[in-house]
C-alpha cells in the first residue's frame, strides 16, 4: 500500500511539474517585467539603421517595433516599453530560441528551415523579393551574370535563391561569393568593382543604394519572392497569439499603414516600385477584415 502512495504521489508532482512548465509563457514575463525585448538590426537601411546625423535607431522595423510594444501592452493593460536588442543574420533565430529576445523584428524572412527553430506572428508583414544589381549597362539579363562574382551578407539565403533562380535559367556555373558582414560593404564592394553583382531583398537595396543608386540598376526582374514575419520564440502559443494580435490591431486601426507609407509609400523615404503590404482584396473580403489595408 505504501508503495503504491509513493508512486501515485511521484505521478502527480510529474504532471504538476510539467503543466506547470507547459504553462509558463514570455507573455507573463513581458507583463510582469513591462518590457518586451526587441531585436533589430543595426546596419539595414531603411529598415533599421543607426542616422548618422542624430546618432538615433531608426527605419521601417524600428517603427514597427516600437508600435508592437504599444499594441502588446494595450493587450496586457499596461505600459510597455522596447528594450532593443541588436541581432544580426547569425543571432536572430538563437537568440529567439535561447529566449534572450521576445520578438525579433529584423527584415527576416519566414523559411522552413527556420520555422523548424522559431515561430511566427501572423500575418507577415511584408512582401519582398531578391534582386541582382549592377553597374548600370552592364549586364542585360540575369544569364549575363552566370558564374560572375556575387556580393551577399553573411547569413543571408540570397547566395542560394540567386543560385538555383540561374540554374532554372539554364546557368550550369557557379558565383564566385564574396560575403560581407553588412549591406554597405557589399554595396561598397560594388562600386569599387569588386563584385560584378548584389543579391540582396528589394526594400533593403532601394535603403542601402540611397542616392548614388542613379549609377546601378536591377538586372532582371524580381524573383525569389518571400515574406518578412516578426519571430517569436518556438512553443510558445500564449505569447506567439499576442504578438499576432498586436500586428493586426496594427493593420485594423491604421498603425501600419502609417508607418508603411512613411518608408514605402510614393512620397516615402525609400519608396518601393511595387506594393509590399501583404493584403486580401478589398472587394472579396470587404473592409472589416483585420488583414485588408485600405486602397
Not at 206 to 224: R, T, Y
Request: charged residues 25%.
Amino acid at each position: 500500500m505504501k508503495r503504491s502512495f509513493a508512486v501515485f504521489a511521484a505521478l502527480v508532482l510529474i504532471v504538476t511539474f510539467a503543466t506547470s512548465t507547459m504553462a509558463a509563457s514570455l507573455y507573463d514575463d513581458v507583463k510582469k517585467r513591462g518590457k518586451v525585448r526587441i531585436g533589430h538590426g543595426t546596419d539595414v537601411p531603411p529598415l533599421s539603421m543607426i542616422n548618422p546625423k542624430t546618432g538615433e535607431l531608426e527605419g521601417f522595423d524600428i517603427d514597427m517595433a516600437r508600435a508592437m510594444a504599444d499594441k502588446v501592452g494595450a493587450l496586457m493593460g499596461k505600459k510597455i516599453e522596447v528594450e532593443f536588442v541588436v541581432v544580426n543574420n547569425k543571432t536572430r533565430i538563437a537568440f529567439l530560441a535561447n529566449k534572450r529576445i521576445d520578438l525579433a523584428i529584423r527584415s527576416m524572412s519566414h523559411t522552413r528551415s527556420r520555422d523548424e527553430q522559431i515561430d511566427y506572428a501572423e500575418p507577415p508583414y511584408l512582401w519582398t523579393g531578391k534582386i541582382f544589381y549592377a553597374k548600370k549597362g552592364k549586364f542585360k539579363s540575369p544569364m549575363d551574370i552566370c558564374g560572375k562574382r556575387m556580393a551577399v551578407t553573411q547569413g543571408s539565403n540570397a547566395y542560394i535563391a540567386g543560385q538555383e533562380y540561374l540554374k532554372e535559367m539554364g546557368c550550369d556555373k557557379e558565383f564566385q561569393v564574396s560575403a560581407f558582414q553588412n549591406n554597405a560593404e557589399c554595396f561598397l564592394a560594388l562600386k569599387q568593382g569588386k563584385v560584378d553583382a548584389y543579391i540582396q531583398d528589394t526594400p533593403i537595396i532601394a535603403g542601402v543604394a540611397g542616392k548614388e543608386g542613379v549609377d546601378f540598376e536591377p538586372v532582371g526582374p524580381i524573383f525569389s519572392p518571400g515574406l518578412y514575419g516578426i519571430g517569436t520564440p518556438p512553443n510558445d502559443s500564449k505569447w506567439r497569439d499576442t504578438a499576432s494580435f498586436a500586428l493586426q490591431d496594427m493593420i485594423a486601426d491604421g498603425t501600419y499603414e502609417k508607418i508603411y507609407l512613411k518608408w514605402f509609400g510614393p512620397d516615402g523615404i525609400a519608396p518601393l516600385p511595387v506594393n509590399s503590404r501583404p493584403r486580401l482584396p478589398v472587394e472579396l473580403y470587404g473592409e472589416r477584415n483585420q488583414f485588408v489595408w485600405p486602397n
